[in-house]
T-cell receptor
Framework: AQTVTQSQPEMSVQEAETVTLSCTYD???????LFWYKQPPSRQMILVIR??????QNATENRFSVNFQKAAKSFSLKISDSQLGDTAMYFC????????????FGKGITLSVRP | DVKVTQSSRYLVKRTGEKVFLECVQD?????MFWYRQDPGLGLRLIYF???????EKGDIPEGYSVSREKKERFSLILESASTNQTSMYLC??????????????FGPGTRLTVL
């Protein structure tokens, strides 16, 4: 079974600075997807960024980028130029490729951006 | 844009009542999922469905059932609500299109309180 670990329950960052959220996972699979989801307070969960394990290049989406280290089974999220709207809970998630696969989530981290 | 809607944002029920939570998606997605979200536990999968009239148990199916009579609609049923089912319930859907990398899209959630 796969497990996803987000060891830091909370983090805080000053507006305009950079913050990195850590995530590690455990799997014996070779082909899989990794995701970061964002859940703002009282709002809908939305996809931030996703990565295919077979791709060595780290995914980027505007101010969001990942550091994917397959051998270390690490998938951290870097948020550059943090904005107040980045305040949210962030979940790391894993899914092996193939039919009828399930998402496995970490417990999440609460990020607060200070003005 | 993918839109996943849930019938209620907030719901209060009494112990022993039968509770229906409805989820509708408008993107013709084949796959639909029900999760519950609890502080410190992340998201846990209750049931999922990969086709109409098809269902599979997730990690915590006890006390729940589901129904999928139409492709766009996936219902979660609490046969006899109990106080330990007080939680946030999230519905999600995804496509079998490989280009979407099995990405799940979430509804706004239903916060259920069982008294």
């Amino acid at each position: 079974a796969q497990t996803v670990t987000q060891s830091q329950p909370e983090m805080s960052v000053q507006e305009a600075e950079t913050v990195t959220l850590s995530c590690t996972y455990d799997t014996s699979e070779n082909n899989y997807y990794l995701f970061w989801y964002k859940q703002p307070p009282s709002r809908q969960m939305i996809l931030v960024i996703r990565q295919e394990a077979y791709k060595q290049q780290n995914a980027t989406e505007n101010r969001f980028s990942v550091n994917f280290q397959k051998a270390a089974k690490s998938f951290s999220l870097k948020i550059s130029d943090s904005q107040l709207g980045d305040t949210a809970m962030y979940f790391c998630a894993f899914m092996k490729t193939g039919a009828n696969s399930k998402l496995t989530f970490g417990k999440g981290i609460t990020l607060s951006v200070r003005p | 844009d993918v839109k996943v809607t849930q019938s209620s944002r907030y719901l209060v029920k009494r112990t022993g009542e039968k509770v229906f939570l409805e989820c509708v998606q408008d993107m013709d997605h084949e796959n639909m999922f029900w999760y519950r979200q609890d502080p410190g536990l992340g998201l846990r999968l209750i049931y999922f469905s990969y086709d109409v009239k098809m269902k599979e148990k997730g990690d915590i199916p006890e006390g729940y059932s589901v129904s999928r009579e139409k492709k766009e609609r996936f219902s979660l049923i609490l046969e006899s609500a109990s106080t330990n089912q007080t939680s946030m319930y999230l519905c999600a859907s995804s496509s079998k299109d490989p280009s979407d990398l099995d990405t799940q899209y979430f509804g706004p959630g239903t916060r259920l309180t069982v008294l």
